[in-house]
């Protein structure tokens, strides 16, 4: 389903310059367009977007709120079709309604709205011409659209914790029936074509936490669900127009969120599912690769300060069969296997003092082991069971002395060279008085603006439990010293800060996008080789409208497409659409939508 082709993208592309542009900015030679955006049409016969006028029930059938991960898969052998799969990770209700009351006076419609523009969607898309750029398709039947929300749609549970007494509700008594999935991220796409996606700050959505005892406050606690502020606290009110947001009447409710789930966009009426035995924290995403025994393994990143990095190995083995079977076969390989989080050894841990300066022996490097949470269907965490390490994965991951890390976002295999890469975004927090000071992996205090990670598994093999590490990337304004490029001249690298998604090429050139550019300038779409004479040359390949976040990013398979989620553009303070900030792309207020650009001469992207 990812097949790449094989002809090679070198960079040769013009760095675009950092810039406030309120819109897309591509290099000369390329051009862009919206592919979909927040309010178009999903499910055939869905109402005209009206934002005067929005309901729950059009929303459903609409193109939901900041869409962030992005995968474009084919549809036909002559790749003139494919689908778009996209997730919907939250809402920006003062951006979203006219007349914006503030929080506690939106009706509940308009909760059952913002329920509704979060999620997921499936939409069929047509490639115009024979040029890189796509559309979502015109006639026919459209039957693989789809919107997934947290209104409506029902997700199945599975794996070892599935079941058990604490994921049960009043309303779920089987505890393997949940409703929506919260604040969907990155995600990624596996061998087998389904789409992982993670649900992340699902914390937010919880309100009723001051009123547990113990163990439930310390979990709600390590999870970042408020157990001090009094009802109604909580800064969506989603309780208002559900009462299993509220965790006095549903205490487990939560504990139903911050899962890995898996939707298979080619079978349109298939049940999502969310995979206990890939573990529960907050999930930027998974990203799978086969090791050589055939097992899938998945690499995850929980997006919290000092939070860690976790590895997922099944216990059953991918069949690589076009088959029926071998499909169906596939489709459980996430429900059992075994968990592992990451324990770093460093090189040169005495010449680390916050700094960001290399030391003597040239690199931020070092050793790790990935420490087996559970393992052979049995916990490895002495006083956990099974259940609880996967339900409270962050308390199983602290009881064995995982690593602290910053901020692990998207974590990805390149499929050429099978090395990890991790984008750690930021951590303001690092040093003497945060939780953790500086330290070889994590080697800036006051961690402005983020590094790349990467893991090579010893052998080769993704299924073993050691590995090197190094940071090839220290990202910020090359004019910094206490950035680095991979040894290349920073004279000719563009400025980078707050890495968040990441994509490979064709070629295993790395793709990142960013979050929060702390440097002042719009966020935008970075590309850099990992090998040859040009390793390190990192330029920006684009940049977002104002106030936008780059999520996805996805380079299609024949290296002529780049997509972007442009998320939350116009989100700054005091915004609104009677105040907008931004005005993308249609001129009059601001909606999230995601964007393609492509080669005007029709030739790959880069070269
Ligand atoms: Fe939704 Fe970790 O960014
Ligand atoms: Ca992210
Ligand atoms: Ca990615
Ligand atoms: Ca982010």
Redesign the pocket.
């Known amino acids: 389903f990812a097949a790449k082709s094989p002809e090679p993208s070198q960079l040769t592309f013009k760095a675009v310059t950092p810039n406030q542009v309120d819109g897309i900015v591509v290099p000369n030679g390329y051009d862009h367009a919206v592919v979909i955006k927040w309010g178009d049409e999903v499910v055939p016969g869905a109402p005209r977007f009206n934002v005067a006028k929005q309901s729950a029930d059009a929303q459903s059938k609409q193109f939901g709120y900041n869409n962030?991960f992005v995968a474009v898969l084919p549809l036909d052998r002559r790749g003139e079709r494919a689908l778009l799969v996209c997730n919907h990770?939250y809402t920006n209700e003062d951006l979203m309604f006219p007349n914006f009351p503030g929080i506690d006076g939106l009706s509940v419609e308009q909760l059952r709205t913002a329920m509704a523009a979060h999620g997921m969607s499936v939409v069929e898309l047509e490639r115009v011409g024979d040029s890189g750029r796509w559309t979502p398709v015109s006639r026919g039947s459209r039957r693989y659209n789809r919107r997934i929300t947290a209104l409506a749609t029902h997700f199945k549970m599975t794996g070892p914790a599935a079941g058990h007494a604490l994921l049960k509700t009043a309303a779920d008594p089987s505890g393997r029936d949940v409703i929506g999935t919260l604040n969907n991220?990155?995600g990624g796409v596996t061998p087998w074509g389904t789409i992982l996606s993670g649900e992340?700050?699902f914390n937010q959505y919880f309100v009723g936490a001051e009123t547990a005892v113990e163990p439930a406050k310390t979990r709600f606690n390590r999870y970042g669900i408020d157990t001090v502020n009094h009802y109604p606290s909580g800064s969506r009110k989603w309780d208002r127009a559900d009462a299993r947001f509220d965790l006095t009447k549903n205490p487990n409710e939560a504990n139903r969120f911050g899962w890995v789930v898996e939707i298979d966009p080619f079978t349109p009426g298939s049940t999502p599912r969310k995979h206990t035995a890939l573990g529960r924290v907050k999930h930027?995403g998974a990203n799978i690769i086969i090791a050589k025994n055939g097992k899938a393994v998945a690499y995850m990143g929980d997006?919290e300060r000092f939070d860690y990095l976790y590895k997922f190995v099944s216990d059953k083995k991918f069949d690589s069969g076009k088959s029926y079977f071998a499909r169906r076969h596939n489709l459980t390989l996430l429900e059992s296997g075994s968990l592992y989080v990451a324990k770093l050894g460093f090189t040169s841990a005495a010449e680390i003092d916050g700094s960001g300066k290399l030391p003597a022996d040239g690199a931020f490097n070092g050793t790790g082991e990935w420490v087996a949470l559970v393992k052979d269907g049995r916990s490895q965490v002495p006083g956990m069971s099974v259940e609880e390490v996967l339900i409270f994965t962050r308390l199983a991951g602290d009881a064995v002395g995982a690593t602290k890390m910053d901020r692990p976002?998207d974590v990805e295999p390149n499929p050429k060279t099978g090395k990890i890469y991790v984008a750690l975004?930021n951590n303001t927090a690092r040093g003497p008085a945060g939780k953790a000071p500086a330290d070889e992996a994590n080697p800036r205090t006051n961690n402005k603006h983020g590094h790349i990670f990467e893991i090579t598994e010893d052998q080769g093999d993704h299924t073993g439990t050691t590995f090197t590490w190094t940071i090839p990337i220290v990202c910020g304004d090359p004019k910094d010293p206490a950035t680095y490029f991979m040894g290349f001249d920073k004279a000719q690298v563009s400025p980078i800060s707050c890495p968040?998604n990441v994509a490979f090429d064709g070629a295993g050139n790395l793709w990142i996008s960013t979050?929060g550019n702390a440097l002042g300038t719009n966020d935008g779409l970075f590309a850099v080789p990992l090998e040859g004479p040009e390793k390190g040359h990192l330029k920006q390949f684009l940049t977002v409208p104002y106030g936008a976040e780059t999520c996805g990013p996805w380079i299609h398979g024949d290296n002529k497409s780049a997509f972007v989620a442009v998320q939350h553009p116009g989100e700054i303070t005091g915004a609104s659409i009677e105040k907008p900030a931004s005005n993308w792309p249609d001129g009059d207020f601001a909606k999230p939508g995601v964007a393609v650009a492509w080669r005007v001469d029709g030739r790959n992207i880069g070269v």
């Open positions: 962030d990770e991220c990155a992340e700050n930027e997006d976002e975004t968040d979050d």
